[in-house]
């Protein structure tokens, strides 16, 4: 009863001394419920309708994202993708073009360069080939914190590196201009010496 007491406002404490119940140890009975329970009940409606109206506003706001990206899908005209900071979009080649391959007589492709070992499997016993930890790629895009790299360079990067953009299955990727290991481009000398130049 103290508890019920100190969660009472001033109505309900005057509503308790009028009827002489104050100090009796009984409860206030209104509309045949218990003020307690009448509270409580009335906290769990206040609540429960906030969260109605939280989720009516999130599905609101889905149905709008939702109608963004089909209008988007309809019409591709003027929509870009940018990669941010210091990232580069990269398109990935499916096997390294600098890998040196030759056919044998029997039609057979033995591949000379090295990137993509063979090992025999100890499950099979068949010879498969490993997964290439170096992969080649496309810049196609640059963040504007990116320093050296440019759209067209053909770059190195282990495959720790990158992060997949599920835009529109195109297999983009993102790799930190940091973590690019090597760039395949012409002038890259006179590149590297003007940005050497521009910060000095």
């Keep these: ?12 404490k005057l509503a308790l001394a009028i009827t002489g119940m104050e100090g009796t140890g009984q409860h206030l009975i209104v509309n045949g419920e218990a003020a307690d329970k009448t509270l409580l009940r009335e906290k769990q409606e206040r609540f429960n309708t906030a969260v109605d109206e939280l989720e009516d506003k999130f599905s609101k706001h ?10 988007l899908s309809e ?11 210091g990232y580069a ?15 044998t ?3 057979l492709i033995t591949d000379l360069g090295g990137f993509a070992p063979t090992y025999k499997s100890n499950e099979t016993g068949e010879i498969e080939e ?19 790299l440019k759209p067209g360079d053909i770059v190195f990067y ?6 997949m953009v599920p835009f529109y299955k195109l297999g983009f990727v993102v790799v930190n201009e940091n973590r690019i ?3 395949v481009n012409e002038k890259l000398t006179e590149r590297r010496d003007e940005l050497k130049h521009g910060n000095n």
């Design 75 to 85: 019409d591709m005209n003027g929509v870009e993708i940018m990669p941010m900071y």
């Design 105 to 107: 007589k029997s039609g």
């Design 89 to 103: 979009l990269i398109k990935p080649f499916e096997q390294n073009p600098f890998q040196k391959i030759k056919t």
């Design 181 to 183: 290991m090597a760039v």
């Design 62 to 71: 889905n149905a709008a994202l939702e109608s963004y990206a089909k209008s």
């Design 130 to 148: 490993e997964q290439q930890f170096i992969k080649v790629g496309t810049v196609i895009e640059v963040g504007h914190k990116c320093e050296f």
């Design 1 to 12: 009863m103290e508890t019920l007491r100190t969660e009472l406002n001033s109505n309900e």
């Design 158 to 163: 282990t495959i720790a590196s990158e992060c």
